[in-house]
């Protein structure tokens, strides 16, 4: 449900701007008269989709395969992708900087090593290749400008209601 809203928040003011360039030269209607108590949509900044969306995929990937919970890591894995994926389309450019480039040159090979690892199920290339997507990310904070922003492997849960360890 969550991830629905986020998605929303995500899509819908890109929605309203397709939308708006459809009809430039038909007779534009007068304003409507702003209705008290009207919701205004809110935009997501880029740090916005980074702390909702990123950030806690790149966390709980990172506990699932601590704890070697390979269906899990496979998941969340997935999720991060299409949260990098999301903004990329959201935010094409941030501080003058193409998103989808920045994003595939930073993630493109640690993701796949990542995945390597979960379908490996090897905990010691997984630990490795996780490394390797943090310092991706802390690489691509640091061309724009926001090195003081630096992500490392979690050393413990932000999630206390979710089971990390596989059950068996």
């Avoid at 806690?56 to 070697?68: F, Q």
Wanted: proline letters at 8%.
């Amino acid at each position: 449900m969550n991830n629905r809203i986020a998605l929303v928040a995500v899509l819908a003011p890109l929605v309203l701007a397709a939308g708006s360039g459809f009809s430039q030269t038909a007779q534009q209607p007068a304003p409507a008269a702003p209705q008290p108590n009207a919701a205004v949509p809110y935009v997501l900044t880029m740090g916005d989709m980074m702390n909702t969306l990123v950030q806690p995929r790149h966390l709980k990937l990172g506990l699932a395969g601590k704890a070697e919970n390979w269906t899990l890591a496979g998941y969340a894995l997935i999720e991060l992708r299409q949260a990098f994926a999301g903004i990329a389309k959201a935010q094409p450019r941030f501080r003058g900087m193409p998103v989808p480039d920045l994003v595939e040159a930073a993630m493109k090979e640690p993701l796949a090593a990542v995945e390597a690892a979960i379908r490996q199920k090897e905990p010691d290339k997984f630990a490795a290749a996780y490394e390797q997507l943090t310092k991706g990310c802390n690489a691509c904070h640091a061309a724009l400008d926001h090195s003081y922003v630096v992500i490392k492997a979690p050393d413990a849960s932000a999630f206390p209601d979710q089971e990390f360890e596989v059950r068996r």
